[in-house]
């Protein structure tokens, strides 16, 4: 089986409807009955109804046991698919929201990767997010704690949200605060925003890799330069193709960012959303793209050398592929 790596998937958003649930009927929450289309499926039908639908399942995280509960379930699953590294994305604006303090979010956090190590030999890792369309001011506020609360886990910075919303030289403060106390940072650019989102987030930001990206297919010039420069691309073809971006997985620009030079890696993004997983990504991929096991293999390897974690772990990591 192929090893897998990803660098892609926001922790509130990896939890199938079971689990959210569960964590609502263990803390005596409500949940709006209209969050969920099935018994394990979600009712949304646009990214903005998205984003709605994901802050409703976020809001039923409520203490630092759920957050423990949320990452080992995730890991767990990854494990089975031959997962060998994950690096997720928090939001403590999420946490925030229902009152939990950062140390909470982040120790419960921590707590779920220990776990999931110790079980099934997987390793986590935690990119800190703001949320885009929160505005600058949170953004910032995100970015200071952050920086102020260090963690052998938390190995970057990033952003997530509506990047149709501000501009990226509103967040530039947050990246650079992040960037200059020695963290390496990504953003969500060129999902729901054209090609001179993405411009305009690298022309502001110092991001080391981009979340989608896959609008760059729109320019050319574009292309080559993230080519040129080897920025990673956290390509999600299942989320994007949920979204509507995409017709279908064939008509999604994975193969031609791939056969472009681009740096590319798989993710699965917000997998229960999106009727994904990180290993049903790569199963699609190699059918839809025509992959070869070495394909495959050259794509955990893009993720691993495109990790935020240190070397040392990135060399264990590439010794299993
Ligand atoms: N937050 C969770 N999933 C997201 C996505 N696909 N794009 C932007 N923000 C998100
Ligand atoms: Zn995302």
């Known amino acids: 089986m192929v090893k897998k790596a990803e660098l892609h998937v926001h922790l509130e958003g990896t939890m199938p409807p079971a689990l959210v649930r569960q964590l ?3 803390n005596s929450a409500q949940i709006d ?7 394990s499926e979600y009712a949304w039908d646009d990214f903005w109804h998205f984003l709605d639908c994901y802050d409703k ?6 203490t630092k046991d ?4 949320v990452t080992y379930d995730y890991l767990a699953r990854c494990a089975q698919e031959d997962t060998i590294y994950v690096e997720m994305f928090s939001s403590p604006d999420h946490a925030a929201e229902v009152g939990m303090s950062y140390a909470d979010h982040l120790e419960g956090i921590a707590a779920g990767i220990d776990d999931a190590q110790r079980e099934f030999d997987i390793v986590g890792r935690i990119i800190v997010t703001c949320v885009r369309h929160l505005g600058a001011q949170k953004a910032l506020k995100v970015a200071e704690r952050f920086v102020a609360t260090p963690h052998p886990y938390v190995v970057g910075f990033g952003m997530g949200g509506d990047e149709t919303q501000f501009h ?4 530039a403060p947050a990246f650079n605060l992040a960037n200059k106390a020695g963290f390496k940072t990504t953003t969500h650019a060129g999902e729901f925003g054209g090609p001179e989102s993405i411009r305009a987030s690298l022309d502001n930001l110092p991001i080391s890799r981009i979340g989608h990206g896959v609008r760059a297919i729109e320019d050319i010039a574009l292309i080559a330069e993230i080519a040129d420069r080897r920025i990673p691309l956290e390509l999600s073809p299942g989320s994007n193709v949920a979204t509507g971006l995409f017709r279908d997985r064939s008509s999604h620009p994975f193969k031609a960012l791939m056969d472009a030079g681009c740096v590319v890696t798989l993710n699965s993004d917000d997998p229960p959303f999106f009727a994904t997983s990180i290993g049903h990504e790569y199963d699609e991929a190699a059918q839809s793209y025509h992959l070869s096991e070495s394909d495959l ?3 955990t390897r893009n993720a691993i050398l495109a990790a935020f974690c240190d070397e040392a772990l990135k060399e264990e990591l590439l010794a299993k592929i």
Do not use: G, H, V, W
């Open 24 to 26: 609502a009927a263990r």
């Open 33 to 39: 009955p209209a969050t969920f289309k099935s018994e």
């Open 57 to 62: 399942a976020a809001a039923t995280i409520l």
């Open 66 to 69: 759920d957050y423990r509960m």
């Open 168 to 171: 990226p030289k509103d967040f």
């Open 297 to 299: 293999n050259q794509i």
